[in-house]
């Protein structure tokens, strides 16, 4: 997830710097704007080298001498686009007075009108600016507008007074960042198994049938779930994808592999989504050299793969199994079937054929077609949200009793 970062003109601007990083730790991508006055207390350097992005400080910023360029001055309509929360840290009187008023005379209050994403700011001021009734009113309307206010603490300020006015505490401002994004930790105590990406099944040592998933949908479950606080295994197929932070990666190759890797794992899992897309036939054969050009037809016999999500199904107990379907026609119908021939609890299922959805996007459109028959056809969205709303319908399921057909409760 993105963050700007709007550092204004205060003596706690430097705090901004140990801010900037620490949400690096919790694995926000940060973009830092600074006002013309935060130049005056830190220097962008600090900054560009700390987040290892470009710091915006002008609204028009020119090459050195020449005349203000266009790129530039229709930037803040870009980084507001791409900013899931702007975060403004310290925030001087001057900019809550800004913001309230919606006036937009630098690159930063151009970006809070322009921004459509959830404001959180950190007022730090002299204690007199703070309780002056002009600053109060203006807070008093920016959060009856949504902005979060992370009020500033009470103690020794830099302008030789003591009062309400000091920058609030780092962990304050994390937290309020957190909440803002609704970031959740209800998966704390769960684990959970994500399989991901394609299968490679060789045909010899140069060649191997495999498919067009780039193991994104896996992947942003992945790091959904350790984002919420669950213990998250990710078992992957081959893909360009880094390992989400805090997640355990097992690597595998074939769907032999992968049915081997979640096989061991699969006892201490609380919930299983089934990204992958295995392969679902492998050459009978692998052949131990380079099979030679030969001017005769070719006809490769292939053997089904087990079916890892069926298998695994077969012995999940209390778990939560959640599969994919990935269809080009009659997707409804398809996902129905699969729900109940896999003993899933919940197919996520998408017509891959359709604009915005499928392999190689940043974006998906799916329906959730759960075990109790709730269905539900989510608009197009990022991956990441598709991966939050598979995972809320997880725990709406860990918390609806499992209905025992009636045959086998007269067994039990
Ligand atoms: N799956 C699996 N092991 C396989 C094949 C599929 O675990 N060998 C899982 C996938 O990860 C997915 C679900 O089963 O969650 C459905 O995959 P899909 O390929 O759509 O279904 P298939 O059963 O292969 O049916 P078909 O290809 O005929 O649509």
């Known amino acids: 997830m993105r963050i700007t970062l709007g550092v204004t003109g205060g003596v706690a601007a430097y705090k901004a710097a140990e801010l900037?990083?620490?949400?690096?730790?919790?694995?926000?991508?940060?973009?830092v704007v600074m006002t013309r006055s935060a130049r005056e207390f830190i220097a962008p350097l600090t900054f560009a080298a700390l987040t290892g992005e470009k710091v915006i400080t002008d609204l028009f910023a020119a090459p050195s001498g020449g005349p203000a360029n266009l790129d530039s001055a229709i930037e803040h309509i870009a980084v507001a686009q791409r900013t899931d929360?702007?975060?403004?840290?310290?925030?001087?009187?001057?900019?809550?007075?800004?913001?309230?008023?919606?006036l937009a005379d630098d690159f930063l209050s151009t970006l809070y009108l322009a921004a459509a994403a959830p404001v959180v700011v950190a007022p730090a001021m002299n204690v007199n600016m703070w309780r002056h009734p002009a600053t109060q009113e203006n807070i008093a309307m920016l959060r009856a507008r949504g902005v979060r206010i992370v009020e500033p603490g009470e103690g020794y300020l830099a302008c030789g007074m003591t009062g309400a006015g000091r920058l609030a505490e780092i962990d304050e401002i994390l937290a309020a960042v957190r909440e803002a994004l609704q970031l959740k930790r209800d998966l704390a105590g769960e684990t959970l198994l994500v399989t991901a990406g394609p299968t490679c099944e060789d045909l010899d040592p140069v060649r191997y049938l495999?498919?067009?998933?780039s193991g994104r949908m896996g992947y942003a479950v992945a790091e959904a779930a350790a984002r919420r606080g669950a213990r998250v295994i990710l078992i992957s197929g081959p893909t360009a994808l880094a390992a989400p932070e805090g997640v355990e990666r097992v690597s595998v190759r074939t769907a032999e592999e992968m049915h081997r890797a979640v096989l061991e794992k699969f006892p201490a899992c609380t919930a299983a989504v089934f990204a992958a897309a295995v392969a679902d036939y492998r050459p009978v054969e692998k052949l131990p050299q380079k099979m030679k050009r030969n001017k005769a037809p070719l006809t490769i016999a292939l053997e089904p793969t087990?079916?890892?999500?069926?298998?695994?199904?077969r012995q999940k107990g209390q778990r939560?199994?959640?599969?994919?379907?990935?269809e080009t026609e009659h997707v409804a119908e398809n996902a129905?079937?699969?729900l109940a021939a896999k003993n899933a609890d919940l197919i996520v299922a998408n017509d891959v054929s359709a604009p915005g959805a499928g392999f190689d996007l940043?974006?998906?459109?799916?329906t959730l077609y759960a075990r109790d028959a709730r269905e539900n056809a989510l608009p197009q969205m990022s991956k990441f949200e598709v991966a939050q709303r598979i995972l809320d319908e997880v725990l709406r399921l860990r918390a609806t009793p499992r209905l025992v057909p009636a045959a086998r409760r007269s067994q039990a």
């Open 20 to 31: 900037a990083r620490r949400l690096q730790q919790e694995g926000f991508s940060v973009q």
């Open 306 to 313: 087990p079916d890892i999500l069926a298998d695994l199904a």
């Open 85 to 102: 929360l702007l975060l403004v840290a310290p925030a001087t009187a001057d900019t809550l007075a800004k913001f309230a008023r919606g």
């Open 320 to 326: 939560v199994l959640v599969g994919f379907a990935a």
């Open 336 to 338: 129905r079937k699969k």
């Open 210 to 213: 495999t498919n067009r998933s």
């Open 362 to 366: 940043d974006t998906n459109i799916v």
